[in-house]
């Protein structure tokens, strides 16, 4: 699952609505997931549910930031989105 962030969005502000849309998917997916999962699986799913709210959060915040700060969150999420993609394939791969 890697995530192609700079596919349709031209501007810092159109990503990170982008990327707040896409965690937010993850995170429904993830919650949805997570219901039937064992006891130390669930563990690993709320730790990716938490990683999406964060980004959902910082992603909503840089859509309103001062300008000055949109390419540093920007980077910021990317990394964090990554991060996500990490935990979600490891989830899919158990």
Do not use: Y
């Amino acid at each position: 699952m890697k995530a192609t962030l700079r596919g349709s969005a031209t501007r810092p502000r159109d990503l990170l609505r982008e990327v707040e849309r896409r965690a937010v998917a993850i995170r429904k997916l993830l919650n949805t997931l997570g219901q039937g999962q064992g006891r130390e699986m669930r563990g690993v799913v709320d730790d990716a549910v938490k990683l999406a709210e964060s980004i959902e959060h910082i992603a909503h915040w840089g859509q309103s930031c001062p300008a000055a700060d949109v390419v540093e969150v920007e980077f910021r999420v990317e990394v964090l989105i990554s991060l996500l993609e990490v935990e979600v394939d490891h989830i899919f791969a158990s």
